[in-house]
């Protein structure tokens, strides 16, 4: 194994072997592979090779990078990031002024590297709106993407264009897929991108040489392919009518479905309820707020507590019951028990659903739903 590899360069920022092989695995895990794929990955960090990461900002709040730095103590993910030469970042790179200038243009001029871009690029009276050492970022960008293998637009700037395309969309603020044709682009969207999300893209592309499989909105799928609502810790409470109706009521103090107070959960896709944020600490649902949809197009137009339309997605009756029965049964009881479950479940679900599905009924009845024990 030669001394340049991740996993050396890993254990000598004090990670210990076993640490190393369980990041492994973890990763394996959030990019949906089976766990036979962790030692294919550690023996693809092993390898003595780095891929170089340029990384620029342009019309954004620096959140993404801030999420990628502002954990407690250093992770793995995060070393392995630090160790995947990024060649060029400047909000965290000591270099400044023309010094900077000099780092951007040898890193793009040595090429082979992957592009991370953060931020939405403004296209109004020619890109005036965001310059860099006198150049607009429409050009950076055109000059930067030229040369690089892959391209990764981190946050929902990049991806979607984010807050600076909400209407009215004053500088004419586009995404990075809008101007990049010729290279394969990859979304990360979120406010901010997990992190975990972006070093799993890196791994996998490390491990296979490829980006991850996307959607059609070229997120990746093992980040942004189940809805949040389907994976919601309190999915049973929105099942059963139980919504919070006021912030602090009765139903927030026993962690009942946000719904009602705007969550966008149901028309939301993206691995929140999986890998939290904050090393897993928390995420929004958790933390008492319902989802404000960050990874979605143009989420900051559709109003931060204006309810979902839940005719965007299948009615609660059609999801499966939440509890099978766990005893093998006879044939005959185990119909008697369907029956009985599917009208109790298919009741509950039909109430909430209708209900929630008419606007006007559904502002009525709050205190009654609260109030459903
Ligand atoms: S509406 Fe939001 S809080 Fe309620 S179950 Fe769905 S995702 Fe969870």
Not at 107 to 127: C, D, H, K, R, W
Request: with cysteine; aromatic share 8%.
């Amino acid at each position: 194994m030669s001394d340049s590899s991740l996993s050396n360069a890993v254990k000598n920022h004090g990670v210990s072997r076993r640490d190393f092989l369980k990041f492994c695995s973890l990763m394996a895990g959030t990019l949906a592979l089976n766990a036979s794929f962790g030692p294919k990955i550690a023996k693809a960090l092993e390898l003595p090779k780095r891929t170089p990461l340029v990384w620029l900002e342009f019309q954004d709040c620096a959140g993404n990078t801030e999420a990628l730095l502002r954990a407690s103590r250093p992770t793995v993910s995060e070393l392995i990031l630090d160790i995947l030469s990024v060649d060029y970042h400047e909000t965290i790179m000591a270099a400044a002024g023309a010094q900077a200038e000099k780092s951007q243009k040898d890193a793009i001029a040595a090429g082979g590297y992957i592009l991370v871009v953060e931020g939405s690029i403004p296209t109004a009276e020619n890109g005036i709106y965001c310059t860099i050492g006198g150049r607009t970022a429409m050009e950076i960008l055109k000059e930067a993407s030229a040369n690089a293998i892959a391209v990764v637009a981190i946050g929902s700037c990049a991806a979607f264009g984010g807050l600076p395309k909400a209407n009215p969309n004053p500088t004419g603020a586009v995404s990075v897929l809008d101007l990049v044709k010729d290279k394969p682009v990859l979304n990360l969207p979120g406010c901010p991108c997990n992190p975990v999300n972006l070093t799993a893209t890196v791994v996998h592309f490390l491990t296979f040489g490829t980006l991850p499989e996307m959607d059609s909105q070229h997120r990746p799928l093992f980040a942004y392919g189940a809805r949040i609502h389907d994976n919601c810790p309190r999915r049973g409470h929105f099942d059963h009518g139980e919504f919070v109706a006021k912030w602090g009521d009765e139903g927030h103090r026993k962690g009942w479905c946000l719904y009602k107070m705007g969550c966008k959960g149901p028309v939301t896709f993206h691995n929140c309820p999986a890998v939290g944020y904050n090393d897993n600490t928390s995420w929004p649902i958790k933390a008492g707020h319902g989802c404000i949809g960050c990874s979605e197009a143009g989420f900051w137009d559709l109003g931060l507590y204006n309810r979902a339309n839940l005719n965007e997605f299948a009615p609660a009756v059609a999801y499966a019951p939440v509890q099978q029965p766990t005893q093998s049964l006879s044939p005959t009881t185990t119909a008697i028990v369907g029956a009985a479950a599917g009208l109790a479940i298919g009741a509950a679900g039909a109430a909430a659903y209708t209900q929630l599905s008419n606007p006007d009924k559904a502002d009525q009845p709050e205190s009654a739903q609260v109030e459903k024990k």
